[in-house]
Nanobody, 112 residues
Framework: QVQLVESGGGLVQPGGSLRLSCAAS????????MSWYRQAPGKERELVAS?????LNTNTVKGRFTISRDNVKNTVYLQMNTLKPEDTAVYYC????????WGQGTQVTVSS
């Protein structure tokens, strides 16, 4: 079955970095664009970054973040630098293409 499993979240101090990973299985990963979204408590889910199926087209809403993908490992990454408390949220990966799939999310907490 289709699975998107996020990992790499946790507690980090302001100014720190985290690298999120999302491992995909059960569908043809290289045929799908991938995105990272986040949802903070009491707020709507928002797009953080997206990347085309070949990895050539990227869109990053947050300039401190970088999205990348490995079509051999079927994994998409989100490198987050200079983290701020307002980056605290549950981060979700999404596959978009012939269908749409979502992961369960990983918690990122930025706090001293």
């Amino acid at each position: 079955q289709v699975q998107l499993v996020e990992s790499g979240g946790g507690l980090v101090q302001p100014g720190g970095s985290l690298r999120l990973s999302c491992a995909a299985s059960g569908f043809t990963f290289s045929s799908y664009g991938m995105s990272w979204y986040r949802q903070a408590p009491g707020k709507e889910r928002e797009l953080v970054a997206s990347i085309g199926s070949s990895g050539l087209n990227t869109n990053t809403v947050k300039g401190r973040f970088t999205i990348s993908r490995d079509n051999v490992k079927n994994t998409v990454y989100l490198q987050m630098n200079t983290l701020k408390p307002e980056d605290t949220a549950v981060y979700y990966c999404q596959a978009y293409g012939p269908n749409e799939y979502w992961g369960q999310g990983t918690q990122v907490t930025v706090s001293s």
